[in-house]
């Protein structure tokens, strides 16, 4: 069982940064890819980005590359994601998912954070 916390969002003006943090609390993390998700209201979940279990490999969605970095310490049991030049449409609740390999889609994580609220004003 992997139980994960995200914290970090917040209100923030467009072209401001955010950082989110998602702690996990297992002792096998280094076990797990990573990813984060977003659901806007009224819109599927969606892909934001992805890590492999060592950190080596990343993946974007094409909405957030260039802005965005995940990142994680697995000495820590932490997975990040910064946010630059963030936009209105980046407004979404910001979950982290753990799975047994890099994937993209939701089916395929197993775990899940109850999520963080980010709201970009215009």
């Known amino acids: 069982q992997v139980q994960l916390v995200e914290s970090g969002g917040g209100l923030v003006q467009a072209g401001g940064s955010l950082r989110l943090s998602c702690a996990a609390s297992?002792?096998?993390?280094?076990?797990?890819?990573m990813g984060w998700f977003r659901q806007a209201p009224g819109k599927e979940r969606e892909f934001v980005a992805a890590i492999n279990r060592s950190g080596g490999n990343t993946y974007y969605a094409d909405s957030v590359k260039g802005r965005f970095t995940i990142s994680r310490d697995n000495a820590k049991n932490m997975v990040y994601l910064q946010m630059n030049s963030l936009k209105p449409d980046d407004t979404a609740v910001y979950s982290c998912?753990?799975?047994?390999?890099?994937?993209?889609?939701?089916?395929?994580?197993?775990?899940w954070g109850q999520g963080t609220q980010v709201t970009v004003s215009s």
């Open positions: 297992t002792r096998t993390f280094r076990s797990y890819a």
């Open positions: 998912a753990a799975a047994p390999a890099l994937e993209l889609v939701p089916g395929a994580y197993d775990y």
